[in-house]
């Protein structure tokens, strides 16, 4: 293990496959110091294969390892590598890069920083870390082998589970709760008021926003991303919710368990989104709607309606099964010539 951060480590294949729980094929004193992809690997580094129309990338790497099934294993000890031989390569390489970074990344020392504020009444167990000019508000709960990153705020009663990070310069707002082992990215916001405002004679009336935000287990938000409280009741994330950057849920929104969303993606208030799903890059799901487990949405599509039935959705125009979306869209780029054809016909008919 490396004494300081960023210095370089050298670890021999044989712990890597141990750790990873695959089948060591190769020299396993081979020493590694990095993990690359093929195309820029070196023979100090582990790679890995996951799809077969890659597989050519095999005959030219210079990768000393690399993480693969058992049909492309004999490829990559032909050129004198070593291979791991897992059921999922793509699994097994999300694994070694946690192992690697717990390496790499060490988590910083227990203990409050100097220039970090707990007020009174807080409780913090005592291997948490609390970065500098940190603000730790009064009855907020610190739960063990938690971080709290520079700049960082955690609101008045709000609570944070065990091994959970929030990364430098995020907001934890008032009553808030995250299970164990999240990470909430730089610059989020969690807990900031929901977009409520009654209108009166022209104007715009707050409404006070009086709920929380209930997050479970293993959820982690991206970087700038807002999750707004709720207005009465909590806006609720439940357990392993994946949420990439600059992301926007609104007040009373509900993600059930292992959904995740692409970066951009915007949930109007009070929508309910099920189980398993996941959400490409800008989607836009409007307030109030239901949608089932297990329903994928693609980038950019727009949801005006509640999906009940789990599958694949896709277009604005207006969403719909995927299937049916790509033959209307077909249709809709062959439009020109239909028209001139037509046209044509109708030429010819007239008298």
Same mark, same amino acid.
């Given at each position: 293990m490396p004494s300081r951060p960023g210095e370089t480590l050298a670890v021999r294949l044989a712990d890597i496959a141990a750790a990873l729980g695959g089948e060591l094929r190769g020299d396993g004193e081979r020493l590694v110091e990095r993990i690359g992809p093929l195309e820029a690997a070196?023979?100090?580094?582990?790679? !890995?294969?996951a799809q077969a129309r890659l597989k050519p990338l095999l005959d030219t790497t210079a990768a000393g390892a690399v993480i693969v099934r058992d049909d492309v294993a004999s490829v990559v000890l032909a050129r004198g590598a070593s291979a791991i031989v897992v059921a999922d390569p793509y699994l097994a390489f999300a694994r070694l890069t946690r192992w690697w970074a717990a390496r790499t990344r060490p988590l910083p020392e227990p203990g409050v920083h100097p220039g970090a504020y707990v007020a009174p009444g807080a409780q913090l167990h005592a291997s948490a870390s609390v970065g500098p000019f940190a603000v730790i508000e009064a009855h907020a709960v610190l739960a063990e082998h938690v971080v709290i990153g520079a700049h960082?705020?955690?609101?008045?009663?709000?609570?944070?589970?065990?091994?959970?990070?929030?990364?430098?310069?995020?907001? !934890?707002?008032?009553?808030?709760?995250?299970g164990a082992r999240g990470i909430v990215h730089s610059g989020a916001v969690i807990g900031a008021d929901g977009f409520g405002f009654a209108p009166n004679e022209g104007r715009w009336e707050k409404i006070e926003q009086l709920g929380a935000v209930r997050i479970g287990d293993d959820v982690e938000i991206g970087a700038n991303t807002c999750v707004d409280r709720g207005a009465?009741?909590?806006?609720v994330i439940e357990d392993g919710v994946k949420l990439d950057n600059l992301i926007q849920i609104a007040h009373n929104v509900h993600i059930g368990a292992h959904t995740a969303m692409a970066g951009c993606v915007g949930v109007a208030g009070s929508a309910r989104i099920g189980k398993h799903c996941t959400f490409g890059g800008a989607a836009m799901i409007l307030g109030h709607l239901q949608i089932a487990d297990h329903v994928h949405i693609s980038a950019a599509s727009v949801v005006m309606s509640s999906i009940l039935k789990p599958g694949q959705y896709s277009g604005v125009f207006p969403i719909d099964e995927n299937g049916n979306w790509e033959k209307n869209a077909a249709t809709l780029r062959q439009l020109h010539t239909?028209?001139?054809?037509?046209?044509?016909?109708?030429k010819k008919s007239s008298p």
């Open positions: 070196t023979p100090t580094t582990i790679s !890995f294969l960082a705020v955690v609101g008045e009663g709000a609570e944070v589970g065990a091994g959970t990070q929030l990364r430098a310069r995020s907001t !934890f707002g008032q009553a808030c709760r995250i009465l009741d909590d806006t239909l028209r001139t054809r037509l046209r044509a016909l109708e």
